[in-house]
Every structure is written in structure tokens, then in C-alpha cells.
């Protein structure tokens, strides 16, 4: 498969905290792994933000979970492109994994440009 872009982040979200995998491919050629969780209080959200700017993370994906993403999306979307996927078409994809790993499977998905459908949040829903 075709990698798309060098370094991306998949967020999976929950109510009460979000787990972020950061995927970057390293000079070697090897896939890097880094996952934080934060809570999903307005400074946990600006410290994951900080992360992604620290890190120079490109494109960032989430599903669309309840309302869960629209804090998440407001917070990133003004300092880097954030993908928002309808999360029923990320599930129906071949290979999914459990819980713990989602995070990781749509960094993956978008790594290899795979993702699923993206939503355009200020075109479909009123913020």
C-alpha cells in the first residue's frame, strides 16, 4: 500500500477521555508508535493539541461519536486539518480491531489513505 503522509494521529473518543496514537514513520523507514490519553476537560484538550503542535503531526482522524468529537474538532481544527469519519463505515472496515487499539487502526487507515468517509462538520451539523 501507498503511505500518504509521513506523521498522522488517530483519536479515539469516549465520554470521559480521549486515547491519541501518533504514527510516524522514523529515518529507518520503521513505523514509530506513541499513544497518550487525556481527559476530555478544555486544558487536557489544549495539552493534546500542544502535543500534536510539539510533535508536527499532520492530518488528524476521529470518529464521529455521539457528540463526543465536536469539542475535540474545535479545539484542533484551527491549527491542523482534522478528518472526521463517520464512525458505523470505520467499523464496517475489514480488520478491526478492539477497543484499545482503534486509535491506532485510523491513524493506520489514513496513513494508507484508507479512511473511511469523512463527514464535514460545519457543512452537516450546526456548532
Not at 484551527?78 to 463505515?89: D, F, K, R, T
Amino acid at each position: 500500500m501507498h503511505v500518504l503522509p509521513e506523521r498522522c494521529r488517530g483519536l479515539d473518543l469516549h465520554k470521559k477521555f480521549v486515547v491519541a496514537c501518533l504514527l510516524a514513520i522514523g529515518a529507518d523507514g520503521t513505523v514509530q508508535k506513541e499513544v497518550r490519553t487525556c481527559r476530555t476537560m478544555t486544558t487536557d484538550l489544549l495539552a493534546l493539541a500542544a502535543w500534536r503542535s510539539q510533535a508536527a503531526c499532520g492530518p488528524v482522524v476521529m470518529e464521529s461519536t455521539g457528540s463526543y468529537w465536536r469539542p475535540v474538532f474545535n479545539r484542533l481544527a484551527g491549527q491542523c486539518e482534522v478528518l472526521v469519519v463517520n464512525a458505523y463505515h470505520a467499523k464496517a472496515m475489514p480488520g478491526r480491531k478492539p477497543e484499545v487499539k482503534d486509535a491506532e487502526w485510523l491513524a493506520d487507515l489514513l496513513r494508507h489513505g484508507r479512511h473511511a468517509r469523512e463527514l464535514h462538520p460545519s457543512a452537516t451539523y450546526a456548532t
